[in-house]
Structure formats: structure tokens, C-alpha cells
């Protein structure tokens, strides 16, 4: 269930903890989490900020359990549900982080204005999501297997957010000094159905509310397969699969950060310094 109910739900989000919860039982492939889980770990170490009381929203398993006990006294788990809605009190944490989970928000501005009100001033969000073009490969052959052999497209990859959607996102939750950046993740496969199987396996096979629920046929399947191998396959016959990691972070606004010069406040204007520059 989204938080703003106006906002519109592209996933079924019960269904996806049926599939986490499979993805667990059947060997989960932590690859991309552990990789994130990694980078999270640097990145809270280049903050200097003490941070007493934290949360980690969503994130699948425990893989940020130690690099959050190493510099909290105090953290949350706020396990997966499907409701949008966070067991969070007001100015509670001190830094809320949450790995690969906010890619399959309805509500994503809802969730991320629930954390800003969750932290106390000068407290901090950090997070990391699939976005971008994560899975064009698979996306894009999937598309021409279907116009090819069904005469038409249907949705089988889920829409990801954009780099610059999520900057805006933050500054309209209400975050201070929003940052977002993109780790592009290039891994390889023996074939399009090996990468799907990997996709099972992490939870993250189609949860769209709006996905085909007839069986694929299998000539379009085998269609796809081969597009895929055409398109996006190396020297050695493997083929290359995109995961774009955002990453996003923001400050629940304080006095000590610094603020942005008033319009009209500079001393200098731009055509100034430009005729400056041609004279030196």
C-alpha cells in the first residue's frame, strides 16, 4: 500500500516478499548486496558525524547489521511489508541508510519524507538503489523478441528511476545538501536464461501490478534469448547484463550546514568575471 493514496502502484509489493522470502530459501544470489553493503560501509566512514540512533529500512537480510553496530549504539531493523508505511517516531534516529529496497517503492516521495521526519536535525539518509538503466540488455530484447513474435510488448522489466529524479525527490522531502551518484555494474553470463535464473534468485523477477500473467511462449523465449546473444554478447559468447547502483543521500536540515548565497548577493557578476578572465 502506498502512502499517498493518489500516488500510483506499479508494484505488488506482497508478492515481492513472497519472493524474497523464496530467493531465501533456495540459495540467494548476494552478489550486487554485498557489493552495496561494502560501499555503504566506506561511505559511513567518510562521515565524521557521531551517530547515536539509526535505522536500516528495507534492506534484504542483515547485510548492513555490522557496519551500522560498528558506529551506532542503537539500531533499528525495519524488516520488509508490504505496506509503505514506517513504525518511525519523529526526530527518533540520527542516520536512517536502507540497500537496494527504495526500487520498489510506489511512493517514494512519501517514504523519503517519512525518514526526514523520522531524523533529528543534522541526522543523515543514506541509500542505495537499482536504477537508471539497469537491465536494458534484457529489456531491450525481451521488447523485440515480443514485437517480433507476438506483435506486441509487453511490460517485463520494471521502470527505473532516474539519476536526476531522485535528487529532485530528495529536495522535495525536505532534505538538506541532497547528493546522488551512480555505480554502473557490468556482470556476465553464459546466456539470457542464466541471468534470469540469478534473477530469481535475488527476489527481483517481475513484481509489476500491470505484468503479463500468461506463460511466455516458449519461441519467445528462445527469441529473446538469441536477440540477446546478437545484440549484447562479448568476443567469448558471453553477454553483458547493466546494474545501475543510485546512490542518494541527504541531512535533515540544521543551522551548521552551510546555506546557499541569497539570489542577487554576490558581489561579482558573472559578465565581471568573464571580461577578468579575457584580460588575464
Known sequence: MATNPTAPV???????????????RVAPVTFLLERVAEDMAERLQAVTREFADAADVWTPG????????????SVREVAFEASEVLPLQ???LDLAVSALAFQFVNDLPGVLAQIRRALR???????????????????????????????????RVVPFADLRDIGSLLQRAGFALPVTDVDRIVVRYD???????????????NILVERRHAPTRRATLL????????RFADPDGRIRATFDV????????????????????AKTSLEEA?????RD
Open 10 to 24: 506499479l508494484f505488488d509489493r506482497a508478492l515481492l516478499a513472497a519472493r524474497l522470502q523464496r530467493a531465501r
Open 90 to 92: 519523529p526526530q527518533s
Open 246 to 265: 543510485i546512490w542518494l543521500s541527504g541531512w535533515a536540515p540544521h543551522e551548521s550546514q552551510p546555506k546557499p548565497l541569497r539570489p542577487g548577493s
Open 62 to 73: 542483515n547485510a548492513l547489521h555490522d557496519p551500522l553496530r560498528e558506529r551506532c549504539k
Open 223 to 230: 527469441r529473446m534469448a538469441q536477440i540477446y546473444a546478437e
Open 121 to 155: 536535525p543534522d541526522g543523515l539518509l543514506l541509500a542505495a538503489m537499482v536504477g537508471g538503466d539497469t537491465l536494458t540488455e534484457l529489456r531491450q530484447s525481451f521488447a523485440a523478441a515480443e514485437a517480433e513474435c507476438e506483435g506486441g510488448v509487453s511490460p
Open 274 to 278: 568573464v571580461k577578468r578572465a579575457k
Open 191 to 205: 546466456s539470457a536464461f542464466a541471468l534470469m535464473q540469478e534473477l530469481r534468485r535475488m527476489g527481483a523477477t
